[in-house]
């Protein structure tokens, strides 16, 4: 039991780290600054957190996060 716990922890922490690194490079590729960035961040974040398809507080935090990541706030 632990074992999985341990797997499904690593794949999570795996899987954020590479959704903020997406959102921040696609942001950075288009070349986007000041509200332009945040809105395009948070719509991307929010797609991502879709994707994974998280709920409630588990996706709030992750789209916090997400977003302040991808544009350094």
Avoid at 53 to 70: E, I, N, P, R, Y
Wanted: with cysteine.
């Amino acid at each position: 039991m632990k074992t999985i716990a341990i797997l499904l922890a690593s794949f999570c922490l795996t899987t954020l780290a590479m959704a903020d690194d997406s959102c921040k490079v696609q942001a950075g590729a288009k070349n986007l600054h000041g509200a332009a960035l945040t809105s395009f961040a948070k719509k991307c974040c929010n797609d991502q957190a879709a994707a994974q398809k998280l709920h409630g507080a588990a996706q709030t935090s992750f789209t916090k996060k997400c977003v302040s990541d991808a544009t350094g706030m």
